[in-house]
């Protein structure tokens, strides 16, 4: 049994309980937000023995062996550093942290303590995600030629909520351009070779709508990333054989394969589930196995999603 503590009572950490409770040999044993009282009520929400209204007081619990990270990106790098010097494995929600400086020191802190680290990215471990990429190394769609995602949708301009908050880690890239990022990427198998963006700032500071531009071995990517305006959130991979259409692609349950004339070829599908269960499964197969990394979500991942805010968004 894998025990997990949860830093973060939010919606997201709501969700990750939910999946904990369905996946074998998982057991969620300690909650901690800053407010006790919202603590104490996740823990009755999810039947979780221990509630906290500080980290620390987690950290210390020696029925926590891995701690989820789901607070807001501003905190997540104190967070991280105080769960690996006090020998918990870490599973950080996305953003994982906002430069790459961050990004390596976090990495070679769980090296240098032998502790897990992984970028909670869901999306890469769905099956959909797994049946995009057996289609492109059969060649279904033969060789890639481009890929287009859009990924967005209106938020209330509330400087005080987490999206429109530049003290909280707020801004489009964080929220969503990391799925962007990883997924185009992932999907293709491809590396990022050059990149360049379109930035729009709101008045709070952070970038509310990104066009984003990769160059993934010579194959161009375009992201459309936004906080204002509903988009479909669908991927589009091209090919010379035609082309693979992903829906809603860092969450959804479908992936179409299409034919030269756009005509439907096979459509993937599965019921729509908390797909935070296979991150779990993953990180708690890497626990057991030893493994401080995981080669799906990669710490390089990590680092280029990184890489990519210092440069377009002067994060350095």
């Not at 029925?63 to 918990?88: E, P, R, W």
Request: hydrophobic share 40%.
């Amino acid at each position: 049994m894998v025990r997990f503590g949860i830093i973060g009572a939010g919606g997201i950490s709501k969700a990750f309980a939910k999946a904990a409770a369905v996946t074998e040999g998982v057991q969620v044993t300690a909650v901690a937000a800053q407010d006790l009282k919202r603590a104490e009520a996740f823990a009755r929400e999810f039947k979780i023995p221990h509630a906290f209204g500080n980290y620390a007081q987690l950290l210390s619990d020696r029925s926590v062996d891995v701690v989820y990270i789901g607070n807001t990106t501003n905190f997540h790098y104190q967070c991280i550093k105080m769960c690996l010097s006090a020998g918990k494995h870490v599973l950080c929600e996305k953003a994982m942290v906002e430069t790459e400086a961050r990004a390596i020191e976090c990495f070679e802190l769980a090296r240098k303590n032998n502790c897990f680290l992984m970028e909670a990215m869901w999306s890469r471990f769905l099956p959909k995600t797994k049946k995009v990429r057996e289609w492109i190394e059969k060649g279904r769609i033969g060789r890639i030629t481009g890929v287009q995602a859009t990924i967005g949708n209106y938020v209330k301009k509330d400087p005080a909520n987490r999206f429109y908050s530049k003290e909280l880690g707020g801004g489009a890239m964080y929220d969503l351009g990391v799925y962007a990022i990883d997924m185009m990427t992932y999907f293709t198998e491809l590396d990022i070779t050059g990149y360049s963006a379109k930035v729009i700032r709101a008045d709070t500071g952070v970038d509310e709508t990104v066009s984003l531009d990769l160059d993934l071995e010579g194959v161009p990517a375009n992201a459309l990333i936004t906080f204002n305006a509903a988009v479909p959130e669908d991927c589009f991979i091209y090919g010379e054989k035609g082309c693979i259409r992903v829906p809603r692609f860092h969450w959804g349950s479908d992936a179409i394969l299409l034919d030269p004339s756009m005509k439907e070829i096979e459509h993937f599908s599965k019921p729509d589930e908390n797909g935070m269960r296979f991150e779990i499964e993953e990180a708690v197969w890497c626990i057991e196995n030893e493994f401080i990394s995981s080669e799906t979500a990669t710490p390089e991942m990590t680092l280029m999603s990184s890489r990519i805010y210092d440069s377009i968004l002067g994060t350095k």
